[in-house]
């Protein structure tokens, strides 16, 4: 085994010299291509073929060096978190129809504050049946569980670890183009349930009133009334459902809403690709305790092409989400997420990408006065030495402001990791 080990690591290292091509050699973007989807066949990843299915395995393994461990605003305690990523996914190769796996896992291990150790996985089956040439049946089945980290906007200061929690569910969808329209419709389910948490006190912080399903229905219409330029309308209807009929409060968190959207999608000659949607969003809550919520919705996400190295994302959304708790301003029903998010992806060579992103997030509490605003600031790259080996590092700024002042926080996270794939 050791031998074997090490005649593959001297043949990946042997190939790193013919990596480093300047950036001017690349292959021009394909329409619709982002800088970090664009093919670099001496790069890529082979995988392992079995019949029809292509295997690709590979891992991650490094270091995380983090100056807030807890997420506190004063006190700060620093720590490394040795990481572990390993992933698979298997593709299907077939003429016709679609059918493929994956499966990942996150563990994190820190020097000093075990009880902040994690170990995150995920699972997923999808696949899609060609109907006809214009129309497709689509199914995923997803597994996963992870791991409220410390900055969490339900994540209490007095837990003695992370809250752990798991998803099942899946989704069903049905995709039909008649020349210019395109219509889709689409249906998903998921539970979600999580783990008590001890207290740092003592005695134990029940989780069981959050465990609940949440079911959606979605369609879909858009007609191509340019070439590359789809107008579309969206509708939503979604409802939650707890396993307890009232959490430890006595509330019935139970809940119905819907949205409607209309939009724009692009994909202009390759250069600009994405779409941007607004509407109105409703979220009515069971129990009249709880504040309803209604108001504008709106989202998209955009690809700029600025040259053939160089590519722009942004990003943004505005939407409702669950809380299961609001300290220090009372009872809220849910929390009102606005973001923003731009990103620069630049391929300085051709085994060398760099990228930086900025974010703006704002989540204001429906049913009391709490609102926090959350800047991110990232710098990164990856260095592919050759198809089997690889170097990834960023730093990552965050800093959370808060009208409630113990939910403020600011973290720098440093992180370098050594890839290998087959």
Do not use: C
Request: aromatic fraction near 12%.
């Amino acid at each position: 085994m050791k031998t074997s080990t090490l005649s593959l690591l001297a043949l990946a290292l042997a190939s790193t010299g013919l990596t480093s091509l300047p950036a001017a050699a690349q292959d021009d973007l394909q329409r619709g291509e982002t800088v970090l989807e664009r093919r670099r066949p001496e790069l890529e990843q082979l995988g392992v073929r079995a019949g029809s299915f292509l295997f690709l395995p590979r891992v991650e393994a490094g270091a995380t060096y983090e100056t807030n461990v807890y997420a506190t605003r004063d006190n700060h305690e620093d720590d490394v978190i040795w990481t572990v990523r390993p992933r698979i996914d298997i593709k299907s190769d077939f003429a016709a129809h679609a059918l493929n796996f994956s499966a990942s896992a996150d563990t994190g291990r820190y020097s000093d504050h075990s009880g902040e150790n994690y170990t995150d996985y995920a699972a997923q089956a999808d696949g899609r049946y060609d109907v006809n040439k214009g129309g497709a049946l689509d199914a995923r089945l997803f597994h996963r569980r992870n791991h409220e980290g410390r900055g969490d906007i339900n994540s209490l200061q007095g837990y003695a670890e992370p809250v752990k929690y798991f998803t099942s569910g899946g989704e069903a969808g049905y995709t039909q183009r008649f020349n210019r329209l395109r219509a889709r419709v689409s249906g998903s389910a998921q539970y979600i349930t999580y783990d008590d948490v001890d207290l740092i006190g003592g005695g134990v912080a029940r989780q069981g009133d959050r465990d609940r399903w949440e079911y959606a229905t979605v369609g879909r219409v858009g007609y191509e009334f340019i070439e590359g330029y789809e107008a579309f309308i969206q509708g939503t209807y979604s409802w939650t459902r707890h396993k307890n009929d009232r959490d430890a409060f006595g509330l019935d968190r139970d809940s119905d809403g819907y949205e409607v959207v209309g939009g724009v999608a692009s994909e202009l000659t390759g250069l600009v690709t994405g779409e941007l949607f607004a509407g109105y969003l409703v979220r009515n809550y069971k129990d009249s305790r709880l504040e309803d919520f209604s108001g504008l919705s709106f989202g998209g996400r955009l690809n700029w092409a600025v040259t053939q190295l160089t590519g722009i994302s942004a990003t943004a959304s505005r939407q409702v989400r669950e809380t299961s708790s609001s300290p220090g301003f009372g009872t809220a029903s849910s929390y009102t997420r606005t973001l923003f998010a731009l990103g620069v992806d630049h391929e300085l060579l051709r085994s060398l990408v760099l990228n930086a992103r900025l974010q703006y997030r704002q989540d204001d509490f429906n049913g009391n006065d709490r609102n926090d605003k959350v800047y991110t600031a990232s710098i990164g790259g990856t260095y592919q030495m050759n198809r089997y080996l690889y170097l990834t590092s960023g730093y990552t700024y965050e800093k959370r402001n808060s009208n409630l002042s113990a939910a403020e926080y600011s973290d720098n996270l440093i992180y370098l990791r050594l890839g290998a794939q087959m």
